[in-house]
C-alpha cells in the first residue's frame, strides 16, 4: 500500500512550447503532505510507544507492526518525520562513518558540556535538577537547617556521548495502533483531497496556473 497511490494528482505546465503554449504534464503532487498536530501525538489511545532497535529500518517498523513493510510511510508521518537521514537513529556502521566525517578521535573525546546532577538538603528538599546544562564551575549555595552549604554535583559529557544521546533520543517514536490503522488510511485519503480553488479540476487533481510552483 504505497504512500503514493494516496497522493492527488496535478497537471503541470511543461518548459517546452508547442504550438505556441506550455503544454501541462500530468503527475503526482508528491509536495502535499499533512503534519500530525504535536498536542495529538502521544496523547490519543490510538498510539503506542516504540522504541526503535539499533539498525532498523522504517520500513521494518512497519512490517512488525502492521505485516506491511510497504506501510513506512505511515510510521514516518505520525512521527512527523520528513527527513529520515537526519531524524532516524542511525545504525552503527553509519554512526561510525558520520562520527568520523565530522570528528577526530581526539575531539571526540573532549569534552563537550557539563549537566547538573541531583542535589538534595539534609531533609531530602530538592535544590538542583538533574539534566540541566550547565558551565564548568557551576555550583549551588543554599541554606541547610541553618547551615550555608555549597554543592558543584556536575557530569561532564564528551563529544561522543553528547552524539550518542542525540541519536538514541531518536529512538522512541509513537507508533498508530495497528487497530486504528485502516481509519487513519480512511482519513489520510481524505486529508489529501483536492478543496474547490481556481485550479480545482476535482478532488484528486489540479491544474496549476504557474508551471514553477506546486502547490500544497
Known amino acids: 500500500m504505497s504512500y503514493f497511490r494516496y497522493l492527488p494528482k496535478v ?11 506550455h503544454p501541462y504534464e500530468l503527475t503526482v503532487n ?15 489511545l490510538g498510539f503506542t510507544q516504540y522504541e526503535i532497535g539499533t539498525g532498523e529500518r522504517p520500513d521494518q517498523v512497519a512490517d512488525t507492526m502492521y505485516d ?6 505511515v510510521v ?3 512521527n512527523n518525520i520528513i527527513h529520515v537521514r537526519d531524524e532516524w537513529p542511525m545504525g552503527n556502521q553509519d554512526f561510525l562513518t558520520y562520527l568520523n566525517d565530522k570528528y577526530t578521535d581526539e575531539e571526540l573525546s573532549n ?3 557539563y549537566e547538573t546532577e541531583v542535589v538534595r538538603d539534609s531533609n531530602g528538599k ?6 540541566i546544562t550547565v558551565p564548568e564551575g557551576h555550583s549551588v549555595t543554599f541554606v541547610d537547617n541553618g547551615v550555608l552549604r ?11 556521548e553528547h552524539e550518542t544521546n542525540l541519536n538514541d533520543a531518536k529512538r522512541d517514536i509513537n507508533i498508530l495502533r495497528p487497530e486504528y490503522l485502516n481509519l487513519f488510511l480512511e482519513e489520510f485519503g481524505d486529508i489529501m483531497e483536492y478543496k474547490p480553488s481556481r485550479q480545482f479540476v476535482n478532488k484528486n487533481l ?11
Open 11 to 21: 497537471y503541470v505546465r511543461n518548459r517546452t512550447i508547442q504550438n505556441g503554449v
Open 30 to 44: 508528491i509536495f502535499r503532505r499533512i503534519k500530525i498536530r504535536d498536542e495529538l501525538q502521544g496523547g490519543l
Open 68 to 73: 506491511d513493510p510497504t506501510l513506512d510511510w
Open 76 to 78: 514516518l508521518t505520525t
Open 111 to 113: 569534552i563537550h558540556h
Open 126 to 131: 530538592l535544590i538542583q535538577l538533574s539534566g
Open 150 to 160: 555549597t554543592e558543584s554535583k556536575i557530569t561532564s559529557f564528551s563529544f561522543l
Open 206 to 216: 489540479k491544474k496549476t496556473e504557474n508551471p514553477r510552483i506546486i502547490s500544497p
